[in-house]
């Protein structure tokens, strides 16, 4: 991988002669200023794609802008990160929040989007903010307090069922731990686990328990502790509280069999096969199961279970950023509020099958419940918002977390396990 | 003359010795590859040596290095020997060099097929009544991608092997056999002198091989978005894990560099010492 960085190195710097031989530095002149470059993290055939293209066109037509668009796909960030130390920028670029915005905004690489949020949604009457990305605005705020991205696409975590093996869990959904820990034992009674996840991906291990210390110790706690340079305080008995819950449910024998000697997407597959109720995941999960799933099943969700506290819904964010280096941000800001157009926007709901920032655009109905919980509860970030802290998860916490959801180690011994890697863990950083 | 040699010196000059001296200047620095190098000089290289992920990553590379080879020799070796007289050899080299001309990505899915609760592997072994079978990947990872490696590499060495002993006139064998030597005093005292530098070339393409396997751990025990369990790293994956890889990359260029310079440096020595230990004259025959 150094090669391949290296030879992006190399060919930014032949770009860079070349563009030196074009003559001196390009002026931008009026009818330069009417187009913008914008790199998608959506491959061209990808659905989110073809919601974006259709938007850039009616944009085009209306204000007489032309969008130069590449549909990079993932690897966006990959080709963003050399071209942000040198050669040509774009001016628009749209990824994942955490994993590409966060680190760019903390390396101070990113625009200051306030005047995105206070910006008019063309012929609403309302701004930006207004009408739902402002719900969000303080996950994707940096360190500076200025926000560097405006989601168009909210990821929602939950607990996912089939409705219609289960009417009565969706006529009365699980709320509390008790409640959700006493549907577990009539499920489990019938000789099955319930529960799925896909052991072998650590971060899925690391989300029940992320989960459950949170509900325990409130939202914000587990970034504080994983922050925390002395691992002290993971001492607190509420820590083991919350991870002897998960405790019992590996040696309870509450996972579905096979959930830890499997490879991805195999445990899935299963729950969505009906040999397991329950899946704890994004709500990417109806479009990734849906296959083996069938027409007959009904994909309902409910917000992880409270613990003693208040609920709150786990969110990552999919949206627009612009590089602070941009050579036409006014108009990559003009077309992110024209995106964000009630019309416009709900392509994403309705072609894309994902929720928008808007409460008023319907979402589908694979993930209505999720959405619903969205527009009533408080937020907070994926990971409890540690995984900036970077490879934490996959140094420290999801190899304890395997550990201890697979029943290799008991509660106690993984708190000593997590702050033994964490000390060791911020002794190396910095 | 010096005109002849520049076009390829220039070229490896560009795209070999220029990128391996950067490499050790990075690795001297703190860069995110974005902002300014803030230089650490020898910061990161004893950082490495305190970090436990490193040096388990080290020591994984060290045993694909050291005991992969010893395997992959002695199967080939045994396998060399075994087809030297087969009817059909041609055909069982074909099938033995297979796993080699198939994408690594594509085995490794293969391989957890196999592996997996309700693989293959399991279903065979409740078959013959074992009722509580080895969680294969859960418990023994890096054990599975030890084995998958061997499993793929084998071919390949006993092709170049079996190209070596076939130079061999049969009449030293038939000399053998009339003189009552054993398979091993055979493999001592004939195949082993008359093949060695086939030997010797292919312990240094192991040793280079060995230090570059990437794709086959990644793939067989990670995701597209997810990094494998830091205990089946090795140096390439923690290289990986340091600039691009997992969720969130970390973009540690500098002490990706140092790890980078680190298995260099290992490079070099056990390609030296290889050298060394298998120089001996060639026997002509």
Redesign the interface.
């Given at each position: 991988?150094?090669?391949s960085?290296?030879t992006a190195l190399?060919g930014g710097v032949a770009l860079l002669l070349l563009s030196a031989c074009g003559g001196g530095p390009a002026t931008p002149d009026a009818s330069e200023a009417k187009s913008f470059t914008y790199w998608s993290m959506w491959e061209e055939n990808e659905p989110q794609a073809q919601v974006l293209k259709s938007a850039l066109d009616s944009f085009g037509k209306e204000s007489g802008v032309q969008v130069k668009v590449e549909w990079q796909g993932r690897k966006v960030?990959?080709k963003l990160?050399?071209a942000?130390?040198g050669g040509d920028v774009p001016d628009l670029v749209d990824q994942d929040g955490?994993?590409t915005w966060?680190?760019?905004a903390a390396?101070?690489?990113t625009r200051d989007l306030s005047g995105v949020y206070a910006a008019q949604v063309p012929g609403e009457g309302r701004t930006v903010a207004e009408v739902g990305p402002g719900k969000y605005q303080e996950l994707v705020t940096g360190a500076d307090g200025k926000p560097y991205m405006v989601p168009y696409e909210v990821i929602a975590f939950g607990l996912f069922y089939n409705g219609a093996a289960h009417p009565d869990i969706a006529a009365k959904p699980p709320v509390t731990w008790e409640e959700f820990t006493a549907t577990l034992d009539r499920l489990k009674a019938g000789g099955h686990g319930p529960l799925a996840v896909d052991?072998?991906?650590?971060?899925y291990d690391a989300m029940w328990l992320v989960d459950l210390i949170t509900r325990e110790l409130g939202d914000g706690s587990f970034l504080k502790a994983a922050s925390d340079k002395s691992a002290a305080a993971w001492d607190d008995p509420k820590v083991l509280s919350a991870l002897g819950r998960a405790e019992k449910l590996a040696k309870g024998g509450y996972f579905v069999?096979?959930s830890?000697?499997?490879?991805?997407p195999?445990v899935q597959e299963k729950w969505a096969a009906g040999k397991a109720d329950f899946l704890l995941m994004g709500t990417w999960a109806p479009s990734e199961t849906q296959k083996s799933a069938g027409p007959a099943f009904a994909y309902r969700s409910f917000p992880f279970p409270s613990v003693g506290g208040a609920q709150s819904v786990r969110t990552s964010l999919i949206g627009f950023g612009i590089p602070k280096r941009a050579a036409h941000p006014e108009l990559a800001e003009k077309f992110i509020a024209y995106f964000m157009k009630k019309d416009v926007l709900s392509g994403i709901s309705a072609k894309a099958l994902n929720i928008t920032p808007r409460p008023d655009i319907a979402a589908p109905e694979p993930v209505a419940d999720l959405a619903k919980a969205l527009s009533t509860m408080p937020t907070a970030p994926w990971f409890d918002g540690a995984?900036?802290l970077?490879?934490y998860?996959?140094?420290v916490f999801?190899?304890v977390a395997?550990k201890l959801l697979?029943g290799k180690v008991a509660a106690a011994d993984a708190v000593k396990e997590l702050k033994d890697l964490q000390v060791?863990y911020w002794?190396?950083q910095g | 003359m010096w005109v002849f040699v520049a076009p390829a010196l220039l070229l490896y000059a560009v795209f070999l010795l220029g990128p391996t001296a950067a490499s050790v200047w990075v690795s001297l620095h703190a860069w995110d590859g974005i902002g300014e190098m803030r230089f650490k000089g020898a910061g990161n290289y004893t950082l490495l040596l305190r970090d436990e992920v490193f040096l388990k990553a080290f020591g994984n590379t060290l045993v694909l290095l050291v005991g992969g080879g010893v395997v992959v020799f002695t199967l080939s070796f045994a396998l060399t020997m075994a087809l030297r007289d087969m009817p059909g050899k041609r055909t069982v080299r074909s099938v033995l060099f297979f796993p080699n001309i198939v994408a690594p990505v594509v085995l490794s899915v293969l391989w957890g097929f196999l592996f997996q609760t309700d693989g293959l592997v399991n279903s065979g072994l409740a078959g013959v009544g074992v009722d509580d079978p080895p969680n294969w990947l859960g418990d023994h990872l890096f054990g599975l991608i030890f084995a998958g490696l061997v499993w793929m590499n084998t071919g390949f060495y006993v092709t170049i092997l079996m190209a070596g002993v076939d130079r061999i006139p049969r009449y030293f064998y038939e000399d053998c056999a009339l003189n009552g030597a054993t398979a091993f005093q055979r493999l001592r005292h004939l195949t082993l002198p008359l093949t060695w530098d086939v030997v010797a070339t292919s312990a240094v393409i192991w040793t280079v091989s060995s230090l570059k396997i990437f794709e086959f751990i990644y793939a067989f025990g990670g995701t597209a978005n997810d990094l494998p369990p830091p205990d089946v790293w090795n140096s390439a994956l923690f290289i990986f894990g340091k600039t691009f890889g997992g969720r969130v990359p970390q973009y540690a260029f500098g002490y990706a560099s140092a790890s980078a310079v680190a298995t260099l440096l290992l490079i070099v020595v056990f390609v030296l010492l290889l050298r060394r230990v298998t120089r001996r004259e060639r026997v002509q025959f």
């Amino acid at each position: 991988m150094i090669n391949s960085s290296r030879t992006a190195l190399v060919g930014g710097v032949a770009l860079l002669l070349l563009s030196a031989c074009g003559g001196g530095p390009a002026t931008p002149d009026a009818s330069e200023a009417k187009s913008f470059t914008y790199w998608s993290m959506w491959e061209e055939n990808e659905p989110q794609a073809q919601v974006l293209k259709s938007a850039l066109d009616s944009f085009g037509k209306e204000s007489g802008v032309q969008v130069k668009v590449e549909w990079q796909g993932r690897k966006v960030q990959q080709k963003l990160t050399p071209a942000l130390r040198g050669g040509d920028v774009p001016d628009l670029v749209d990824q994942d929040g955490n994993k590409t915005w966060a680190p760019l905004a903390a390396a101070g690489q990113t625009r200051d989007l306030s005047g995105v949020y206070a910006a008019q949604v063309p012929g609403e009457g309302r701004t930006v903010a207004e009408v739902g990305p402002g719900k969000y605005q303080e996950l994707v705020t940096g360190a500076d307090g200025k926000p560097y991205m405006v989601p168009y696409e909210v990821i929602a975590f939950g607990l996912f069922y089939n409705g219609a093996a289960h009417p009565d869990i969706a006529a009365k959904p699980p709320v509390t731990w008790e409640e959700f820990t006493a549907t577990l034992d009539r499920l489990k009674a019938g000789g099955h686990g319930p529960l799925a996840v896909d052991g072998d991906i650590g971060d899925y291990d690391a989300m029940w328990l992320v989960d459950l210390i949170t509900r325990e110790l409130g939202d914000g706690s587990f970034l504080k502790a994983a922050s925390d340079k002395s691992a002290a305080a993971w001492d607190d008995p509420k820590v083991l509280s919350a991870l002897g819950r998960a405790e019992k449910l590996a040696k309870g024998g509450y996972f579905v069999d096979g959930s830890f000697g499997s490879k991805f997407p195999a445990v899935q597959e299963k729950w969505a096969a009906g040999k397991a109720d329950f899946l704890l995941m994004g709500t990417w999960a109806p479009s990734e199961t849906q296959k083996s799933a069938g027409p007959a099943f009904a994909y309902r969700s409910f917000p992880f279970p409270s613990v003693g506290g208040a609920q709150s819904v786990r969110t990552s964010l999919i949206g627009f950023g612009i590089p602070k280096r941009a050579a036409h941000p006014e108009l990559a800001e003009k077309f992110i509020a024209y995106f964000m157009k009630k019309d416009v926007l709900s392509g994403i709901s309705a072609k894309a099958l994902n929720i928008t920032p808007r409460p008023d655009i319907a979402a589908p109905e694979p993930v209505a419940d999720l959405a619903k919980a969205l527009s009533t509860m408080p937020t907070a970030p994926w990971f409890d918002g540690a995984d900036g802290l970077p490879n934490y998860s996959v140094e420290v916490f999801s190899p304890v977390a395997t550990k201890l959801l697979s029943g290799k180690v008991a509660a106690a011994d993984a708190v000593k396990e997590l702050k033994d890697l964490q000390v060791k863990y911020w002794a190396k950083q910095g | 003359m010096w005109v002849f040699v520049a076009p390829a010196l220039l070229l490896y000059a560009v795209f070999l010795l220029g990128p391996t001296a950067a490499s050790v200047w990075v690795s001297l620095h703190a860069w995110d590859g974005i902002g300014e190098m803030r230089f650490k000089g020898a910061g990161n290289y004893t950082l490495l040596l305190r970090d436990e992920v490193f040096l388990k990553a080290f020591g994984n590379t060290l045993v694909l290095l050291v005991g992969g080879g010893v395997v992959v020799f002695t199967l080939s070796f045994a396998l060399t020997m075994a087809l030297r007289d087969m009817p059909g050899k041609r055909t069982v080299r074909s099938v033995l060099f297979f796993p080699n001309i198939v994408a690594p990505v594509v085995l490794s899915v293969l391989w957890g097929f196999l592996f997996q609760t309700d693989g293959l592997v399991n279903s065979g072994l409740a078959g013959v009544g074992v009722d509580d079978p080895p969680n294969w990947l859960g418990d023994h990872l890096f054990g599975l991608i030890f084995a998958g490696l061997v499993w793929m590499n084998t071919g390949f060495y006993v092709t170049i092997l079996m190209a070596g002993v076939d130079r061999i006139p049969r009449y030293f064998y038939e000399d053998c056999a009339l003189n009552g030597a054993t398979a091993f005093q055979r493999l001592r005292h004939l195949t082993l002198p008359l093949t060695w530098d086939v030997v010797a070339t292919s312990a240094v393409i192991w040793t280079v091989s060995s230090l570059k396997i990437f794709e086959f751990i990644y793939a067989f025990g990670g995701t597209a978005n997810d990094l494998p369990p830091p205990d089946v790293w090795n140096s390439a994956l923690f290289i990986f894990g340091k600039t691009f890889g997992g969720r969130v990359p970390q973009y540690a260029f500098g002490y990706a560099s140092a790890s980078a310079v680190a298995t260099l440096l290992l490079i070099v020595v056990f390609v030296l010492l290889l050298r060394r230990v298998t120089r001996r004259e060639r026997v002509q025959f």
